[in-house]
């Protein structure tokens, strides 16, 4: 099989492991299991743990001691056994555990992927750079086809949906070991702990610009799976005010725009970043999670229909005009020498710090709007909308950078 199409398929699975369950699965415990929020959120929070440490370690193993694609795989398959479990689970305790040591199998995969990827292009001579991003957004039809699958068989509010992420995750973990063999790295060129989870960058604290940006990359991650882990259950709240409307009958369907948006938002990156500058971009990147938020907090499957589809088209520029543009930002501004390792200070903050605390008071704010079992969605989406909106007050104001265009084609590997 052609190696572009073997790495198709591998890069599919990958994200359709994580799209079968990572929007519907919090409409399942609000609804089916009747978790708090507190409680889903601070199982979703399991993610930004995991991430804290389980890429770096994960990743110093695949260095030093065993081949990436097999250390991919073994993550694969003990994954497939924890959702396998997670499934049968239905009391708060015992599925915060699975779903912990689920996220410390599947994390650290996202970057794993990659290394196999970037391995199996460089060993057929072909240009990574140019090769790799048509490829890689097969991970991204990968998650919006599982969110279908999960829809279309009506699973978003069963266990099934972890059947069928952990029946993807076990054809993950035995197709990675097919993939072309990527040998632990020589002592000199592997990685340190630190420099892996990117402590080597805490040096960029000492500039105040690159701080400024940090602590606000944390405050915004803690934003990214907000509307992950409540949309499935805000949507199905609507069930007796709207019944059988589209975004009741088809949660994933309707949240699956906001994946689409996604992979077109990405090709705009290019142009806004020369016109308007890292500093601009991001505050769109702010005001466009203010919207989102708050086009949740007025919108409905009934009339207001159109409000959550525009909310969905706009989550695109509000997570790629962050997640890429902040990662090209962190590129240009760290020295050479410390790139990796700031690339990885900056997921730590995201995906981990960022993604931890957004988990936790995400949970408590609905909680707090909570009463009788019934949930004040339109306080609660506000309230978000205005954490974002706080931050697009402040951001200009304390973040100060010169726009310069030229200065993005500067970037050296």
Not at 44 to 61: E, W
Not at 316 to 335: K, P, T, Y
Request: proline share 4%; net charge neutral.
């Amino acid at each position: 099989m052609n190696i572009k199409l073997r790495l198709i398929v591998m890069n599919f699975l990958q994200f359709f492991i994580w799209g079968s369950w990572l929007i519907s699965l919090g409409g399942y415990m609000i609804v089916t299991l009747n978790f708090t929020g507190v409680e889903v959120g601070s199982i979703f929070a399991t993610m930004g743990i995991a991430s804290l440490f389980m890429p770096a370690v994960m990743g110093i193993i695949a260095d030093r001691f065993f081949n990436a694609e097999r250390v991919l795989g073994a993550c694969h398959i003990a994954g497939a056994l924890l959702l396998f479990l997670a499934a049968q689970i239905e009391d708060y305790p015992s599925l915060y555990i699975i779903m912990l040591f689920n996220c410390m199998a599947y994390m650290p995969t996202i970057a794993l992927a990659n290394t196999v990827s970037y391995n199996a292009l460089e060993k057929n001579n072909m240009d990574i750079v140019k090769s790799f991003p048509p490829i890689r957004v097969w991970g991204t039809i990968g998650f919006i086809a599982a969110m279908w699958v999960v829809d279309l068989l009506d699973l978003t509010k069963s266990p099934m949906q972890l059947y069928v992420s952990a029946a993807a995750s076990l054809a993950l973990g035995l197709y990675s070991f097919t993939m072309p063999p990527r040998p632990p790295l020589k002592s000199g060129d592997a990685r340190s702990f630190s420099s892996t989870l990117g402590l080597d960058a805490l040096v960029l604290f000492k500039s105040r610009k690159l701080a400024i940006f940090f602590i606000f990359s944390m405050f915004l991650g803690a934003a990214l799976q907000i509307t992950n882990l409540f949309g499935g259950s805000f949507l199905d709240d609507f069930k007796n005010t709207y019944p059988g409307s589209f975004g009741v009958e088809h949660p994933n369907l309707l949240l699956s725009i906001s994946q689409i948006s996604e992979t077109l938002f990405i090709l705009t990156i290019p142009f806004f970043l020369y016109k308007f500058g890292i500093r601009t971009v991001m505050l769109f990147s702010i005001i466009a999670w203010v919207l989102r938020f708050a086009l949740f907090g007025i919108g409905n499957p009934g009339d207001g229909l159109w409000l959550l589809v525009l909310s969905m088209i706009i989550y695109g520029m509000a997570f790629d005009f962050f997640n890429i543009s902040g990662s090209l930002f962190v590129e240009r501004e760290a020295d050479p020498a410390i790139r990796a390792s700031a690339q990885g200070l900056f997921m730590l903050m995201t995906n981990g710090l960022g993604a931890f605390f957004g988990g936790i008071l995400s949970g408590w704010v609905v909680d707090f709007f909570t009463s009788g079992g019934v949930r004040d969605w339109q306080s609660i989406w506000f309230t978000f909308a205005g954490y974002a909106l706080l931050l697009a007050i402040i951001f200009p104001f304390v973040f100060k950078y010169k726009h310069v265009p030229d200065q993005l084609k500067a970037i050296k590997h």
